[in-house]
């Protein structure tokens, strides 16, 4: 073997073992990032045009619930949904209702039907929040249950059975 060939084949491989390092360390999968740390920040009007940070409820127990008036399973399990919040809201648990609607729509539903616990207006800015919470199909309702530390730990599509829900905020000290 040519005495430039005892060199070279060291090198290559070093290369190539290099390559590889640095393929891995750039395109290994990495973890996802915290979807709340870009959803805190976030702010929607309630129906007095009032801008409400969500931030407000960090270090509280959230259900944050997505829904509109012309959603039917939606409509159907508001009513269990602030009969909890009455139960559970001296005990650090927050309702909050973020409507995919427009403003108008929300405030004649509310009449009809009121609920105790806070309403935002999202329309369709909020599409875009559902997705990143885990709703990649953007179908309603969603709701996302956070703990006091504001970590997801309970996501559901669809009309959320109130039993279902009252285990999960029973789980997470609510």
């Avoid at 995919?100 to 875009?128: C, M, T, W």
């Avoid at 990143?132 to 730990?153: E, Q």
Wanted: aromatic fraction near 8%.
């Amino acid at each position: 073997m040519p005495k430039t060939l005892l060199y070279a084949l060291p090198l290559a491989l070093a290369a190539l073992l290099a390559g590889i390092w640095l393929a891995q360390a750039r395109l290994a999968p990495q973890a996802p990032p915290d979807p709340m740390e870009a959803v805190w920040p976030l702010a929607f009007p309630d129906l007095q045009d009032q801008p409400q940070a969500l931030s407000q409820w960090r270090g509280q127990i959230v259900v944050l619930n997505f829904w509109a008036s012309w959603c039917a399973p939606c409509r159907e399990e508001m009513p269990d949904f602030a009969a909890l919040r009455a139960e559970t809201h001296g005990r650090g648990v927050e309702f909050v209702g973020i409507a995919i609607d427009g403003k108008s729509n929300v405030a004649k539903f509310l009449e009809r039907q009121p609920v105790g616990y806070p309403i935002l207006i999202g329309e369709g800015a909020a599409h875009g929040l559902v997705r990143r919470l885990g709703n990649a199909s953007g179908a309603l309702p969603y709701t996302v249950v956070l703990d006091r530390d504001g970590r997801i730990v309970f996501r559901h599509l669809g009309r959320l059975p109130r039993a279902t829900l009252e285990t999960t905020l029973r789980n997470i000290g609510a």
